[in-house]
């Protein structure tokens, strides 16, 4: 499981092209998820020096990178169809881990602030949760969640689910969910996840859980 943060370097100003380059392939090295407004603030120079510096690289863009990563072997889900995951899943191994990538858009935010609808940073957490179950059927039965910051317009939010423990029945787990921008946290939910487990289910959920 990768940490993915957003590594600071030291700000030097008009680097050599020569070591302007190492610098960004390193970086994006060590985080993927880096975006070019974000390599620009690091290296001190613009965005189209950053473009440019990629292209002769052949480094592609971030959302070309995150599909490259999507295609790896990772684990597929089990739990729910794939598109219906609120961001893209990006790394997942089943019954351990998992990441995923959402951008917010113009849809996703309230049109004065342009601040993100919480329940949208919520369901890529949520959904994150299940996701990284490995059984066919799984409900979220408990969710206990922080919101540190509010998300805006165009930030990308890295979800990164840990699944802390599975109980001797295997009928529920317990999931840790954290989210990032960059490298700051803007939101933690702690999750209890049934699952099916050979129970009995049906349309009112699984007989034997608790209800809440």
């Not at 998820?33 to 390599?39: A, C, V």
């Not at 089943?94 to 919480?118: C, K, N, P, Y």
Request: with cysteine.
């Amino acid at each position: 499981m990768h940490d993915y943060r957003v590594q600071e370097v030291p700000a030097i100003e008009r680097l050599p092209k020569r070591q302007r380059h190492q610098q960004l392939s390193k970086l994006i090295e060590e985080n993927p998820f880096i975006t070019d407004r974000e390599l620009t603030r690091l290296l001190k120079v613009s965005i189209q020096t950053i473009r440019l510096d990629r292209l002769e690289l052949a480094i592609p863009e971030l959302r070309e990178r995150l599909k490259l990563m999507a295609e790896r072997s990772y684990d597929s889900v089990r739990s729910l169809p794939l598109h219906e995951v609120i961001g893209d899943i990006v790394d997942l191994q089943l019954d351990r881990s998992g990441i995923s990538m959402f951008e917010i858009m113009h849809e996703h935010v309230f049109s004065r602030t342009g601040i993100a609808r919480g329940h949208h940073v919520f369901a890529q957490a949520n959904s994150l949760a299940v996701a990284v179950i490995d059984d066919e059927i799984a409900l979220t039965a408990t969710a206990d969640i922080r919101f540190i910051r509010s998300v805006k317009l165009g930030e990308k939010c890295i979800a990164k689910a840990y699944v802390r423990s599975i109980s001797g029945e295997k009928s529920k787990a317990k999931v840790e969910v954290f989210t990032y921008v960059g490298e700051e946290m803007v939101f933690q939910g702690n999750f209890v996840i049934y699952r099916s487990a050979g129970e009995h289910i049906d349309e009112g959920g699984i007989e034997s859980a608790d209800r809440y």
